[in-house]
């Protein structure tokens, strides 16, 4: 009993904090948006810091839910970065009818991404998917009387019902050529036998979807324009990096014996998703458009590193995410305050930023600097060692384009520190009230993206934890 | 050996004052800004001397050590990265060299920058440049170098755009950070292929491993071929493309002369004896790998310098900007240490090309750092960078007059000026090298005095009116004030007498003291040649139009004299004017400014015409998005079953 | 009991299976295209079922998995019903084509 209360803990936890939500929100209808977001963020941070206490390895379930330190380690990444995003989304909740549903239902697909990763069975990892993304079409569509984001809502439903209809697809030819779900066992039967391979592919696109790797991202700039910009922020960074996490186990250890298959698929998409992520962003207009692109850009990178597939690479990526994770969401989060305080998306607004606002201004410089790649923010290190783990194969030429392409995204990120530093416009950005909530998450993210880079030890942390899975 | 906390010291003074400013002062340290900054570089400077002093009055023998070091990432079991301070002679003259001149340019800038609104900034983002620069040249490891690097690029982005309200400034500090981050890039795969293949990072581990005929690390670098040429020369060569990125070789040198846009003093720091020169360090930093393990390389370092060299003395003198006259005879001085790098060998006297490079550095920061800061004078007295807008200036401002005489003088290689040594010493190596490399030398260094006096004369002489109406003269600035005075002065006397330092005994190639024998009889062809030059700006821009005028009236018989002269002149002129600017000054101008540029611009608008192609297809269809969904599905499907089995 | 071969039930399912893309990527109206996902969908259950019945008898993972899949194609139609019914509630219509407004 003990050991389920252990190896479930987090599990458990979120659970218990999303029942408290829904209690607390039947009980008590009268309290206001802002009212709620803090009792609620208190509740997040309670998860989060519940999260740090138990670590316990072992399974449960015949196999289906396993559990351990690394598992434990990436859950608390993801914790944080909920809790990060509930902060940021104050601003944006304070006026909100339903700031309450939002936090439940941002929980629930955190609750779905932690079965998601510690599913040792296709069952569990599929009801883990879809309890990630059900409610993240909801909260998509959350600006109730916007029609971009009802749009942004049903696109992200049908689109994302429509990919896991060919996952499934995949799943139940896996189960009919290897004659089992459980991820051990298919590891075991893999043989690569021309069924198996489409098998495979099928399941490849359905992770190609939730990544946005090209040519399976397009309706991701659309959800993240259409959806509330605390909504594309967790879009963009925490599910991504629950999928990408899951994607490396499921190449690494489930579909291993198929390297030959997915080396190829990679490096092709990869390249694709760095080229296209950057052409595209370099032409948007609208912040959180141009974030979409970036992200999927970065989601490119992302791709070169786990391509590595040597003992370092999923712990290389694995820090990655973290400095992403810290680097998108102060981007996101600027951009969220500004546009909470005065509705205004566009990167033509963001000039005079710095002459009004410096502090989120140098907050969004830092974030994008780290986003580029520019030492010694931690942003350079995490692309560093993804192409030093891409180049492990000995493909030059493409580590070479892709850090050509280091170089292009460079232009684009600069193009609005350029806006915010050094042009002006005739109806700046007033000064803009930050709030406590938000302050202090990115008052974290900031450091977050220096000390992770400035300090060894995160990347030791990681390093020796992968390496002992 | 020096203190290790005085070291430490150097460094950390630029960058407090640049925290305290940058983050702490905007308003509260307003007026204390500019003194808080130029203590702490007097007081940085004052101990890189100190420590230089000590350093090299104590040993005979200077082979690199780690004075600190510590661990910073530890990237694999076989990898780790520090951060550390490294001294040897040539980290020990940077110090002095970057600290003194930083300090001459706080100083100035007191005076300079007077009155601006943001004062504050411009001291913060002085330190923090200061600080990076000092940072790169101490660097015990490749990576350090590269971090520093790109925090130099940082800080010169932020200096060059100072302006911000000029888009012309803008619009340059992009370009400056943009074409030197894609030099950058290469020289960080450089870093990757090196630090790959010898398992280290760390310089004096890495040039011991790659020197070594005998090791593994130099073997399976050398062995696999990649377009020919083997891993360890693309990777020598990627970081010398980083190199001549910041030292704005040819044809990366696009970004120079628009950087030109900063404040004056700026241009002094950066693009006289600081940034620039980050190229020729990089080489000579890893110099005994480029020598001995892969001439090749050394062979590209040596042709990219004296191509560098010449085409920017020949552009230089179709310049009517005086900065961009600057700025080109400055690329054409690092020219000159690159390819003397070039020429140099390994050890003994076949090092003097390394030594003369140095050398050169050493003296060229002095005086190139003067001539900025005497065109800083001059653009601060009559407010335009136009040549046109100047000239009779010698009597109004007779500091700025001596110290920018001194300057040309010392850049056209005229005994005693401290150019004269180190130009000497190079163009001695030269002639031992390469008889071909030694004419153009010669040639570039003619160029040098011409196009340096014709702008001394267009400055100080010329016009005896002063200068045109469009812009007056501020009389209330008169020269400036004496913090802009002084350091003129200060660097007055260090151009004059930088070159009496015994420069071989300090800075050779392995590490012991080379004597240097300079002969006379070598030094007469290349003054003569220099005297020519000055002689030929001399009598081309000295006068403008009335002395010949008077001349002709008073005294006919002179005049049918010069009239014959004229003639022969005329001719001359003809030649000048009409041939050799035409056909050769005015193309490289033009190859520069549309093929080289023109290049990089297309690039971009290429790029921006496929991203605005492309975006069609996002057509904002869930429809159309679940179709490429199947068909990408359908192709990978393909290409899994049929191809890759 | 055995007198259908599975092929033939295979055969079945991916016929249905591309039935409901069809239907995904030609119908208009959002709600249609819903349909054309179920039929996607119920198709997997039936590939999952024949699986179980024909290749592995011993087992009950695949009926499982049927349950689940069915479980969530609800909530997922839920979701995404209410989701197109505030779409029309804020632009009067439900049709895929006219969803357009976020794009490039």
Redesign the interface.
Same mark, same amino acid.
């Given at each position: 009993m003990t050991d389920f209360l252990h190896l479930l803990h987090h599990e458990l936890l979120l659970s218990l904090v999303i029942v408290c939500m829904l209690i607390l929100k039947l009980a008590d209808r009268g309290r206001s948006g802002s009212s709620w977001s803090n009792l609620l963020n208190v509740l997040l941070l309670i998860n989060f810091a519940g999260g740090l206490l138990i670590e316990a390895e072992g399974s449960l379930f015949d196999g289906m839910f396993r559990s351990n330190a690394l598992l434990h380690f990436e859950k608390n990444v993801l914790s944080l970065g909920l809790l990060l995003v509930g902060l940021l989304a104050t601003p944006y909740l304070r006026n909100h009818k339903h700031s309450a549903e939002f936090h439940i239902l941002i929980a629930s697909t955190l609750l779905g991404m932690f079965f998601m990763l510690s599913a040792g069975h296709?069952?569990l990892f !599929?009801?883990g998917l879809?309890l990630a993304t059900?409610?993240l079409?909801?909260l998509a569509?959350f600006n109730?009387?916007?029609? @971009?984001s *009802?749009? +942004?809502? %049903?696109?992200l439903? $049908?689109s994302s +019902?429509?990919s896991s %209809?060919f996952l499934?697809?995949g799943? *139940?030819?896996v !189960?009919?050529t290897c004659? &089992?779900?459980q991820f051990e066992q298919i590891a075991l039967t893999v043989s690569g036998n021309p069924l198996q391979l489409l098998a495979f592919t099928l399941v490849f696109t359905g992770f190609a979807f939730k990544l946005s790797i090209v040519p399976f991202h397009f309706w991701t700039?659309?959800?993240y324009?259409?959806a509330p910009i605390p909504v594309a922020a967790y879009l963009s960074v925490i599910s991504k990096a629950a999928v990408t996490l899951v994607f490396i186990s499921v190449l690494y250890s489930v579909f291993g014996a198929l390297q030959a298959t997915w080396t190829p698929y990679l490096l092709i998409t990869a390249l694709l998703t760095i080229i296209t992520g950057n052409l595209f962003a370099m032409?948007q207009d609208n912040i959180k458009r141009f974030l979409a692109f970036s992200s999927i850009a970065q989601v490119g990178f992302i791709l070169t590193g786990i391509l590595g597939a040597n003992v370092d690479s999923e712990g290389i990526v694995l820090y990655f995410l973290l400095i992403y994770l810290f680097s998108n969401l102060a981007a996101f989060g600027v951009a969220g305050l500004i546009s909470a305080a005065t509705g205004k998306e566009s990167i033509l607004d963001y000039r005079g930023l710095h002459a009004s606002n410096p502090r989120l201004a140098w907050t969004l410089t830092i974030a994008l600097f780290s986003l580029a790649g520019v030492p010694p923010t931690a942003g350079f290190f995490g692309k560093l060692f993804l192409l030093t783990s891409g180049a492990s194969l000995g493909n030059y030429l493409f580590i070479g384009i892709a850090a050509l392409n280091m170089v292009v995204s460079m232009y684009y990120y600069l193009r609005i520190v350029k806006a915010m530093f050094m042009e002006t416009t005739a109806q700046p950005i007033g000064k803009i009230p930050t709030g406590v909530a938000p302050a202090i998450a990115l008052a974290l993210c900031i450091a977050g993206i220096l000390v992770s880079g400035l300090s060894g030890s995160f990347y030791e942390h990681i390093h020796l934890l992968t390496l002992s899975y | 050996m020096p203190s290790l906390n005085n070291l430490l010291l150097i460094l950390l003074l630029p960058f407090c004052s640049f925290l305290l400013l940058g983050l702490a002062g905007r308003k509260r340290l307003s007026p204390l800004a500019g003194i808080l900054g130029t203590t702490s570089l007097f007081i940085s400077a004052l101990l890189s001397v100190h420590s230089a002093w000590t350093y090299f009055s104590s040993t005979s023998s200077h082979k690199p050590e780690v004075a600190w070091s510590m661990n910073w990432l530890q990237f694999s079991d076989s990898l780790s990265i520090d951060m550390g301070v490294l001294v040897d002679p040539i980290s020990m003259m940077m110090l002095v060299v970057v600290t003194v001149v930083s300090f001459m340019v706080h100083l100035y800038s007191l005076g300079y920058m007077k009155g601006d609104e943001r004062f504050t900034t411009y001291y913060a983002y002085l330190s923090l440049f200061t600080f990076s620069m000092l940072g790169l040249v101490v660097s015990v490891n490749l990576f350090q170098i590269y971090m520093f690097w790109e925090l130099v690029g940082v800080s010169s982005f932020l200096l060059i755009g100072f302006y911000y309200d000029k888009p012309s400034a803008v619009s340059a500090s992009k370009k400056a950070f943009i074409v030197t981050r894609f030099a950058d890039l290469g020289f960080l795969i450089g870093i990757l292929i090196l630090g790959h293949g010898a398992e280290t990072l760390d310089f004096n581990t890495l040039i011991a491993r790659l020197t070594d005929p005998s090791s593994p690390w130099l073997g399976a670098l050398s062995a696999g071929s990649f377009l020919g040429a083997s891993a360890l020369t693309w990777g020598l060569l990627l970081v010398f493309m980083g190199g001549a990125g910041k030292s704005a070789m040819f044809p990366l040198h696009i970004w120079l002369p628009d950087a030109m846009e900063g404040p004056t003093p700026v241009s002094a720091l950066i693009h006289a004896a600081t940034m620039v020169v980050a190229g020729v360090y990089l080489v000579a930093r890893l110099f005994p790998v480029f020598a001995i393990a892969c001439p090749v390389a050394l062979d590209v370092v040596l042709w990219t310098g004296i191509i560098s060299s010449v085409f920017a003395a020949l552009i230089a003198c179709a310049q009517t900007d005086i900065k961009r006259v600057l700025a080109y005879s400055t690329m054409s001085q690092i020219g000159y240490m690159m390819f003397a790098l070039g020429l140099s060998g390994y050890g003994g006297e076949a090092g003097l090309g390394y030594t003369a490079s140095l050398f050169h550095l050493f003296t060229h920061a002095f005086f190139k750092a003067l001539l900025f800061l005497g065109a800083g004078a001059v653009i601060h007295m009559v407010h335009s960078n136009e040549i046109k807008d100047m000239g009779g200036l010698r009597k109004r401002m007779p500091v700025t007059h001596l110290a920018f005489l001194i300057g040309c003088l010392a850049i056209a290689g005229i005994p005693p000026f401290a150019g004269f040594f180190s130009k000497e010493e190079i163009l001695t190596a030269a002639y031992a090298a390469n008889p071909v490399i030694y004419w153009i030398a010669l040639i570039t260094a003619g160029l040098t005095a011409f196009y340096m006096f014709r702008l001394y004369y267009l400055i100080f002489w010329s016009r005896e009116s002063g200068v045109s109406n469009a812009h007056p003269v501020d009389e209330h600035h008169g020269e400036g004030t004496i913090s802009m005075k002084l350091p003129l002065l200060l660097l007055s006397v260090g151009a004059v007498i930088a070159g009496l330092v015994p420069f071989g005994n300090y800075v050779s190639s392995d590490g012991t003291p080379l004597h240097i024998h300079l002969h006379i009889g070598d030094a007469v062809l290349p003054v003569l040649i220099a005297l020519t030059g000055i002689g030929i700006a001399t009598y081309f821009y000295k006068t403008e139009s009335s002395k010949p005028a008077k001349l002709m009236q008073s005294m006919r018989v002179f005049y049918m004299t010069l009239h014959n002269k004229f003639y022969i002149d005329e001719i001359y002129l003809f030649i000048t004017k009409n041939i050799v600017f035409p056909l050769i000054g005015r193309p490289a101008a033009w190859f520069d400014k549309f093929v080289i540029d023109g290049t990089v611009i297309a690039i971009g608008r290429t790029t921006d015409r496929i991203a605005e192609t492309v975006?069609?297809m996002?057509?904002?269809?869930?429809?159309d998005y /679940? $179709?490429f969904f199947?068909a990408s599905l359908i192709t990978l499907a393909v290409f899994a079953i049929y191809l890759f089995h | 009991m055995t007198a259908i071969p599975l092929t033939h039930i295979l055969v079945l399912s991916t016929l249905l299976?591309f039935i409901?893309?069809f239907g995904?990527?030609?119908r208009r109206n959002?709600i249609a295209?819903?349909m054309g996902?179920e039929l996607?969908?119920n *198709?997997?259950n039936i590939?999952?079922i024949a699986?179980?019945k024909y $290749? !592995?008898p011993e087992?009950i @993972?695949?009926l499982?998995?049927t349950i689940?899949?069915v479980a969530?194609a609800a %909530?997922?139609a839920a979701? +995404?019903i209410?989701?197109?019914i505030? $779409?029309f509630?804020?632009?009067h219509h439900i049709d /895929? @084509?006219q +969803?357009? &407004?976020?794009? !490039?």
């Open positions: 296709m069952l !599929y009801v879809e059900i409610p079409a909801a569509a109730l009387n916007r029609g @971009e *009802s749009e +942004a809502g %049903a696109k439903i $049908l +019902a429509f %209809a499934l697809l799943i *139940s030819f !189960y009919g004659g &089992s779900l700039a659309d959800v324009q259409g032409r | 975006r069609v996002q057509t904002g269809r869930v429809q /679940a $179709l199947i | 299976f409901g893309v995904f990527l030609t959002l295209m819903l996902l996607m969908l *198709s997997v590939n999952f699986f179980n $290749l !592995y087992q @993972e695949g499982g998995f689940f899949i969530i %909530a997922e979701v +995404a209410a989701i197109i505030n $779409l509630r804020t632009t /895929a @084509e +969803a357009d &407004s976020l794009k !490039y």
